[in-house]
């Protein structure tokens, strides 16, 4: 069973909506990555995080998402106005330390309707 | 850049038989590699890694993966496998950058189907 924890494990918004998902990261974990997985099963990254600083994101993730950890709260992805495009599978990932494992939770599953 | 290939989309294997799943990847530089599985609606599992040292890793659930470099593959093997066994691989290659973490590049995934 996956300690990385996400919510919620599916949601289904309308064009335009805004989407928000959470991830609490494994226990003593810093480091935060977030993946799209489309249907095709190909990945996408995101964003990562070491502690609350952002490492590196892509302009997509940029412009259109949003995305933080904060201290003693879970990390957040939003989508601020979702497209069709945008429905696919959001992994968190954790790990130790920056160059270690990811370890992945179930995933939050949107679907833009 | 670096990049995973999984030539075979799909393979069917029947219950009990050996199966061998294989791994390409292109990468400048000694690689960190992963084998991930995704069961039906759920997320990626760690199945094993290889970091440099053994070339072949023993993972989870009699898993097994052989690293070569010269072959630039790491294939995932298994003796025997089991009806449990039905899901989608990954292949995943890591690249260590100070500045980005260990950002992982994904193989286009196989998709194991276990006959009875």
């Known amino acids: 069973n996956s300690k990385v924890i996400q919510t919620p494990r599916y949601l289904v918004k309308g064009q335009g909506q805004k989407a928000k998902m959470r991830c609490i990261p494994e226990?003593?974990?810093?480091?935060v990555f977030w993946y799209q997985q489309n249907k095709n099963n190909e990945f996408k990254f995101l964003i990562n995080?070491?502690?609350?600083?952002?490492?590196?994101q892509i302009d997509m993730t940029e412009k259109r998402f949003s995305a933080e950890c904060p201290s003693n709260s879970p990390c957040s992805l939003e989508i601020q106005s979702s497209e069709a495009g945008d429905s696919a599978l959001y992994l968190c990932?954790?790990?130790?330390?920056?160059?270690?494992?990811?370890?992945f939770g179930e995933g939050s599953r949107l679907i833009v309707v | 850049a670096q990049s995973v290939t999984q030539p075979d989309a799909r393979v069917t294997v029947s219950e009990g038989a050996s199966l061998q799943l294989r791994c390409k990847y292109s990468?400048?530089?000694?690689?960190?590699l992963f084998w991930y599985v995704q069961y039906p609606r759920q997320g990626l599992q760690l199945l094993l890694k290889?970091?440099?040292?053994?070339?072949v890793v023993q993972g989870v659930n009699g898993f097994e993966a052989e690293f070569s470099k010269s072959n630039s593959s790491f294939h995932l093997r298994k003796a025997s496998v089991h009806w449990s066994d039905w899901a989608v691989y990954f292949c995943?290659?890591?690249?260590?950058?100070?500045?980005?973490?260990?950002?992982?590049?994904f193989g286009g995934g196989t998709r194991l189907t276990v006959r009875p």
């Open positions: 990932a954790s790990s130790r330390y920056s160059g270690n494992t990811l370890y």
């Open positions: 995943a290659v890591s690249m260590i950058n100070n500045n980005a973490g260990a950002k992982l590049t």
């Open positions: 990468y400048f530089g000694t690689p960190y």
């Open positions: 290889y970091y440099p040292g053994d070339p």
């Open positions: 226990k003593g974990h810093p480091v």
């Open positions: 995080f070491q502690n609350q600083e952002v490492l590196q």
